[in-house]
């Protein structure tokens, strides 16, 4: 699921910090006690915004990890709106809904994982490169981009 | 999990269209692959029979209990319950009518008479239904009475109450419901929020239409409810603001078309809920307090 791959240079202290705070951002909302599927998403997202003219490795690292809370928000968004559906209108708990719940805070609870691993290893100016979220950043970070 | 150090570069980090079409295979590839992942779990997950193995409804039905019993008890601090056999019995009768003729059980419906002039009567959770003398006292019969009642009964059939209070206080009601822990504030917000505010228009057209259908199937005909609800509106421009069933329950006149729409074709015996005399007295002892 994680791989640890040579990078196109050695990031220095300084990137290597940045590029973990990405992953950081992402688990501001859970230190915070906010449960809204999109805060963490806002949170990731605003921070690679204020570094998407940043060094590249920086970069590659916030679009990882907004990637990663992309996805995890659409997962979310819709065990939202689906309990939302539950408590105020006609449709009820069901063993299918509790099902999806089920693999949400899987995905979840394997995504906080990722995450934190990731933090770490980047930290020391590892590059980590994620399965599925790996290739899709490698398609939308360019290098090249000052 | 993860895979240890490898060599393999990043494939590419150019942005020329014709070097990402492999990257982008992978990238499908890989989605695909995620997504039938995530599938399968949702799929195992999804035959473990949960609403078997946990009583949802219970716990949903022992923590509504207790926001009721709440509610009532602080009901009980401002108004005066009415404490007569006879009263309870005339209105536990007429509950029973309607309750077995719809196959309800009628032990989940519970009626509490409060001495109050104000014409209202309003659900609490946990099947509470609050009636008050002044709206006893309003209604020409026995058989208007059992409309109301009817039609309070629908909205517990139909969940508006909890319904209501989720939407209106947010999800501290479910909290309290599923965890029971609940203040004296909290009562009197719900109590406040179920007495003096109405439900939406949706759900008080089901409720009106369930209760054509409990009073038809229990013998009693919905024209008395049509009845009551035109006194209403009448009563509404003559006498504004006393009318607290009303305010609560907007567009009196229009409701109670659609009520003598709805009961058109409907073929009722029309039996009486009580006798006269038994009205009378009813009416009586509510005087008298």
Known sequence: MISRREFLYVPDDYQSEKASNSY??????????????????????????????GPFFVRWHCIQALSLQVVIAMVNVTAFIWSLYILFGPVEITNNYLGYILAMIVFNLASFIFTIYSAVQTRKGRHVYWYLLGPVT????????? | MFTGTSSDPSPTYSATGTEHDPAMKKVINQFVITLAVFLLIWFL????????????????????????NLSLDLLRKTDRPVISDSVVYYLDSIRDRICKANGIDPAGIHI????STEVNAFTLPGGNIVIYSGLIGYCNNG?????????????????HV?????????????????AGGTGAEFARNILKTLSSTAFDRKMEKEADSTAVRYLARADIHPRHFA???????????????????????????????????????LVVKDVPVLSSAEWTQMQRILRTY
């Open chain 2, 45 to 68: 997950a999804g035959r473990i029979p949960f609403t078997r193995l946990i009583d949802f409804k219970a716990i949903s039905r022992a923590g509504e209990e207790k926001l009721g």
């Open chain 2, 227 to 265: 009845d009551l609800l035109f006194r209403f509106s009448k009563d509404d421009k003559d006498l504004p603001g006393s009318l607290e069933w009303i305010s609560t329950h907007p567009e009196s006149r229009g409701r109670a078309v659609t009520v003598l729409a709805l009961s058109k074709n």
């Open chain 1, 138 to 146: 490698d398609l939308l970070c360019n290098r090249n981009r000052t």
């Open chain 2, 112 to 115: 509490y008479p409060f001495f």
């Open chain 2, 162 to 178: 909890m319904k209501k209070l989720s939407k209106e206080m947010g999800i501290s009601v479910l909290l309290a419901v599923t």
């Open chain 1, 24 to 53: 950081l951002m992402s688990l501001i909302g859970i230190t915070m006690g906010i449960l809204l599927p999109v805060v963490h998403l806002f949170s990731t997202f605003f921070y690679f915004w204020g570094n998407r003219k």
């Open chain 2, 143 to 159: 058989e208007e009475l059992a409309a109301v009642m009817a039609h309070e009964i629908g909205h517990i059939e139909h969940r």
